[in-house]
């Protein structure tokens, strides 16, 4: 007979339970930093409609000086990860210094939307290209690549990354529909007008900017919170340990297709002139409000499945929402349930992926190497900036192909099935192929909890080695090696020593 445990044992497991868990106050103002972030990559996915309609800019060259910027972006992604990695300790501390990045991100997107419009297109392709390469290959990189660092510095357990993602995309899928409600309704009032839309860039970037800085002003480093290395990290150990490790691949293919059906900014184009008015998108997004109750069962869902069949399972019926647009027409309820799934099909990665690329740091420390979190972190935002790249080049072919005008309030039949096409089975397409890709990765996380043991296990016989030379590093045999060296003048061997 099994025998009932003691309320003692009760609580015990109850205590533990609460110590892989982060308390929602404490969430709240760590979510701050994507609140902003989700406003500014809300407002920079209007950039294509801007410089096609409201500049008047040729759409092929605006997809092909896109297509060069994403290369751009992607170098950028590269390096940043090494400048964080490289950057040195601080009274701050070393990750949360790149918080205030998030001030010259806004500032920049204000420069970018408040283009004149009384200059002449070389002058505009010149303001808005310089512009937004700073925006999105230095400042953004920065500020992404820092977070993976800056998460693992402030929470100790693993347990807590993916609490805190979990309960983080629960925070921002709430604020994010009062920023997707209410950005397009700006943007159809600004209408084609550029001093128009560069009033609304201001209004967005000061409060955005002032929310972007909670995090930075609330939250500290702390040393017991992951391993601090003092030493500098070379490019020649960065690339050394990027060969070694073939999961960092998967999670970078990943990225580079949810980059591609993630940026083709086309709902914009769907809204003005499939459905004729931009500012519906904005009520559409109210649908998002489904999403909701998943996102209480998120923490739950990531304990009981690998976050990588999470997203799987979400990109193929991300998948199915893209293709409703086939024949959603101007039909705003079959919209709204395109827009729930496809929604869904964002919201793993998106939250969840400093989780996968903190899993990678530690799986790079126990194959012997740096861990690397900024520089994977900055993988990622490279592979998505690709995928960027993709989405652009397609985004503009699809529109110069199909003969569309951004000068006309109307478009051509042809022009029509692009914007179609852009917004149904071409995302579907590459939704699929991340599903399928995600379901590789579920390898390395069945390993993670027995790779995490070792790894803090190997952790504490290097502070045990300055007391016991020569201790072995592996593992869990080297922790018995230290337990029983403790108690050696108490064991057996120890009483034949003193005999």
Known sequence: MVEKPTREQRAEAKAEKLRDRVSIWRVIPWSAHSFSMNALIVMTGYF??????????????????????????????????????????????????????????????????????????????????????????????????????????????????????????LVTVLVAIIITVGMPIAIQAAGKDPAAWSLVAICIAIPATLIGLIRFWVFRESSEAAEIQAERVSMREIFSTLRRNPYIWVLSAMSILVGVYGSIAAGAYYFRYVVGNIGLQGLVAVSYVALIPLMFFFPVLIRKFSISRMIAVSSFIGAAGYLVMLFAGANLPLIMASAVLTGLAALPISFLAPVLIIDNATYNEWKGNRRLESVGGALFSFSGTVGGAIA????????????????????????????????????????????????????????????????????????????????????????????????????????????
């Open 48 to 169: 294509t409609i801007y410089a096609t309609d409201t500049l008047r800019l040729n759409p092929a060259i605006v997809g092909g000086l896109l297509v060069v910027s994403k290369i751009l972006d992607a170098a950028g992604a590269l390096l940043t990860g090494w400048i964080v990695d490289r950057a040195p300790e601080t009274k701050l501390g070393k990750a949360r210094p790149f918080d205030l990045i998030i001030i010259a991100c806004w500032a920049a997107t204000a420069f970018l939307f408040s283009t004149p419009g009384s200059l002449g297109d070389v002058a505009k392709y010149a303001w808005i290209f310089s512009s937004y390469i700073l925006l999105t290959a230095l400042f953004m990189p920065l500020y992404q690549a820092n977070n993976p660092l800056f998460t693992a510095r402030v929470f100790p357990r693993r347990e807590h990354y993916s609490d805190v993602s979990a309960k983080t995309g």
């Open 392 to 499: 652009a080049g397609v985004l503009g072919s699809v529109l110069a192909v199909t003969g569309y005008s951004g000068a006309a309030n109307t478009q051509s039949a042809t022009a029509i099935h692009g914007i179609i096409a852009l917004n149904s089975w071409i995302p579907a397409i590459f939704a699929v192929a991340t599903g399928l890709v995600a379901l590789r990765y579920h390898r390395l996380e069945q390993n993670m909890k027995t790779i995490t043991a070792d790894v803090l296990a190997r952790r504490e016989v290097l502070v045990e080695s300055e007391v016991i030379p020569g201790a072995p590093l592996t593992g869990t045999d080297a922790v018995r090696v230290v337990r029983r060296e403790r108690n050696a003048p108490f064991g057996r061997s120890g009483r034949k020593r003193n005999d």
